[in-house]
């Protein structure tokens, strides 16, 4: 079995995972699910930008940038304050980060977003944990 079969079969895998995962969260859940996948995803950016598949590479970006642009999207802008307005600027440096990333390779850069988006990660996982 070639490592493309591999890889394409652990892709299928992945997104039925997610999916079923999804489906069965609450909000504060959903965004934790989609943390992870954006965490796994920028992980696997990093793997295909070290072997030099740039393709592979493009792709995994551009599934990054889908999600932050859609947990961006899900913002309430009129009643959750100050809090929403800087995860939107958070969340648009780090698809701007992202974007040169593409270009550059700069795995810095991808180091940058992984720890902004780890700790965003932390921070919705301990307000999940409180609301129990």
Known sequence: MSTYHLNE???SYRSVDLEARAAAASPYQ???????????????????????????????????????????????????GELVHELARLYDYCIYRLSDVSVTLSL???????????????????VNAKRG
């Not at 295909?48 to 642009?69: F, P, T, W």
């Not at 810095?108 to 996982?125: F, M, N, Y």
């Open 9 to 11: 079969t652990y892709d």
């Open 108 to 126: 810095e850069g991808l180091d940058e977003v992984e720890k902004l988006l780890g700790t965003l990660r932390e921070g919705w996982d301990a």
């Open 30 to 80: 959903l965004v934790l699910v989609l943390f992870d996948g954006l965490l796994d995803e920028l992980a696997r950016a990093r793997g295909h930008i070290q072997a030099k598949r740039y393709e592979h590479k493009g792709r995994s970006l551009e599934k990054c940038l889908n999600i932050l642009n859609g947990l961006s999207s899900a913002l309430d802008y009129d009643n959750g």
